[in-house]
């Protein structure tokens, strides 16, 4: 924490010069070229993305002979990622620094960068005391269409030789600045994207016998998907269906239209769950539709899978970071979050742990504040020590074994 707080006003400084500028998706160039201005100064080996604007560095501990050797196979490795991407929101924030470029920082995702520089500055000043190394991943594109899986297939977890031995990333949300949640087991839910276009035939208003109206149909696929899911799933696996989309008819209020469509998202615990999402709703569309005398093309697919975090990382990093911030710093939480992360994708390759740590100011309650992806959520810099500083303590003591 002293080296953190030490640094403290420079990453407050690199995030906010960050915040003023999103940049959407995995084409980043201007924040993946700051990222390397800060990087250039350590003693890390640097690559950036083939087909993304990501940046991967590697800082090879010294914390004992093994680990200097030019032996590479023998040397454990510990990945620590922050994604870098914004948000197609108009910021409405309210702060000095906010973006007037139509995009924000609204998940936060530059508190995450300027905090894994953060800690590769750290780690960097005490690599004699690694027993190991670390590899950094700066990852583009997590909030759609997802740049770990990208990542990942172009070699980030073997950027240090072996594959890495740990996975560790942290997300801000609404909660007390620098407290920590953490669950074992299924973290996050699994994000789905749904969309049903019912097919009918189109006609007059006045004469709906002469029409397949596709509407009616519509709507009471939505009306019963609660039910059905109800119906299902167990109250001990959740899933959430939101229906965000419909889509019908024409210009004219007369006109009966040959197709309407709804669309939504699905959140499910696990490949299982979303597998047999898939198969419910495709029964439950074709029922309705053919009672309606249309018919119906049902598209369901994954976006991302169930963040899950290894019970022992999981419970490993919690020791860590209590012994770095206090007890009291770190809670388990009873139920996994519906929301999605795609850091999924490396902890089904590796065991590790994700974290969300609380970035609220000091005046605001996180019960009420906005949140994540609001045009309006402002989070605290202040915590950016509290993050440098957890990611380096979870590298070190977890390449001290």
Request: with cysteine; proline share 7%; hydrophobic share 40%.
């Given at each position: 924490?002293?080296?953190?707080?030490?640094?403290?006003?420079?990453?407050?400084?690199?995030?906010?010069?960050?915040?003023?500028?999103?940049?959407?998706?995995?084409?980043?160039?201007?924040?993946?070229?700051?990222?390397?201005?800060?990087?250039?100064?350590?003693?890390?080996?640097?690559?950036?993305?083939?087909?993304?604007?990501?940046?991967?560095?590697?800082?090879?501990?010294?914390?004992?002979?093994?680990?200097?050797?030019?032996?590479?196979?023998?040397?454990?490795?510990?990945?620590?990622?922050?994604?870098?991407?914004?948000?197609?929101?108009?910021?409405?924030?309210?702060?000095?620094?906010?973006?007037?470029?139509?995009?924000?920082?609204?998940?936060?995702?530059?508190?995450?960068?300027?905090?894994?520089?953060?800690?590769?500055?750290?780690?960097?000043?005490?690599?004699?005391?690694?027993?190991?190394?670390?590899?950094?991943?700066?990852?583009?594109?997590?909030?759609?269409?997802?740049?770990?899986?990208?990542?990942?297939?172009?070699?980030?977890?073997?950027?240090?030789?072996?594959?890495?031995?740990?996975?560790?990333?942290?997300?801000?949300?609404?909660?007390?600045?620098?407290?920590?949640?953490?669950?074992?087991?299924?973290?996050?839910?699994?994000?789905?994207?749904?969309?049903?276009?019912?097919?009918?035939?189109?006609?007059?208003?006045?004469?709906?016998?002469?029409?397949?109206?596709?509407?009616?149909?519509?709507?009471?696929?939505?009306?019963?998907?609660?039910?059905?899911?109800?119906?299902?799933?167990?109250?001990?696996?959740?899933?959430?269906?939101?229906?965000?989309?419909?889509?019908?008819?024409?210009?004219?209020?007369?006109?009966?239209?040959?197709?309407?469509?709804?669309?939504?998202?699905?959140?499910?615990?696990?490949?299982?769950?979303?597998?047999?999402?898939?198969?419910?709703?495709?029964?439950?569309?074709?029922?309705?539709?053919?009672?309606?005398?249309?018919?119906?093309?049902?598209?369901?697919?994954?976006?991302?899978?169930?963040?899950?975090?290894?019970?022992?990382?999981?419970?490993?990093?919690?020791?860590?970071?209590?012994?770095?911030?206090?007890?009291?710093?770190?809670?388990?939480?009873?139920?996994?979050?519906?929301?999605?992360?795609?850091?999924?994708?490396?902890?089904?390759?590796?065991?590790?742990?994700?974290?969300?740590?609380?970035?609220?100011?000091?005046?605001?309650?996180?019960?009420?504040?906005?949140?994540?992806?609001?045009?309006?959520?402002?989070?605290?810099?202040?915590?950016l020590p509290v993050m440098a500083a957890g990611l380096a303590q979870l590298a070190h003591d977890r390449l001290a074994g």
């Amino acid at each position: 924490m002293p080296a953190a707080e030490t640094i403290g006003p420079e990453l407050r400084a690199f995030r906010r010069e960050l915040h003023r500028q999103p940049e959407l998706g995995t084409h980043l160039p201007w924040t993946q070229q700051r990222v390397l201005e800060k990087l250039e100064v350590l003693p890390l080996e640097i690559t950036t993305g083939r087909s993304l604007t990501s940046v991967t560095a590697v800082l090879r501990g010294q914390g004992r002979p093994a680990a200097a050797s030019a032996d590479t196979t023998t040397r454990p490795a510990v990945l620590l990622r922050g994604d870098m991407d914004g948000l197609p929101v108009l910021e409405e924030s309210g702060e000095e620094f906010a973006a007037a470029t139509g995009t924000m920082h609204a998940c936060g995702h530059d508190l995450h960068t300027a905090g894994l520089v953060g800690a590769a500055r750290i780690l960097s000043a005490h690599r004699d005391a690694l027993a190991g190394d670390v590899v950094f991943m700066f990852q583009p594109g997590e909030e759609n269409p997802g740049g770990a899986l990208p990542m990942i297939e172009e070699g980030v977890l073997d950027a240090a030789g072996p594959r890495v031995v740990a996975a560790y990333g942290f997300h801000v949300h609404p909660g007390r600045r620098g407290t920590f949640q953490y669950r074992p087991g299924t973290y996050m839910a699994a994000a789905n994207i749904l969309g049903i276009t019912v097919h009918g035939a189109g006609g007059h208003g006045s004469q709906p016998h002469n029409a397949r109206n596709p509407v009616p149909a519509a709507v009471e696929i939505a009306a019963a998907l609660p039910a059905r899911i109800q119906q299902t799933f167990p109250a001990t696996e959740p899933v959430v269906a939101t229906i965000t989309q419909l889509r019908a008819g024409g210009a004219a209020e007369n006109v009966i239209g040959d197709e309407a469509f709804i669309g939504g998202s699905v959140r499910t615990m696990d490949r299982a769950g979303t597998q047999r999402f898939g198969s419910m709703v495709e029964e439950l569309a074709q029922g309705i539709a053919a009672a309606h005398g249309c018919t119906v093309t049902v598209d369901f697919s994954e976006l991302y899978p169930a963040t899950i975090c290894d019970p022992a990382e999981a419970d490993f990093a919690a020791r860590s970071l209590r012994g770095l911030l206090g007890e009291d710093a770190v809670t388990q939480r009873e139920h996994s979050r519906m929301g999605s992360e795609d850091f999924s994708y490396v902890l089904e390759q590796v065991p590790g742990a994700f974290l969300h740590v609380g970035a609220s100011y000091p005046d605001e309650d996180p019960a009420t504040s906005p949140t994540n992806h609001s045009a309006r959520v402002r989070f605290d810099d202040a915590v950016l020590p509290v993050m440098a500083a957890g990611l380096a303590q979870l590298a070190h003591d977890r390449l001290a074994g």
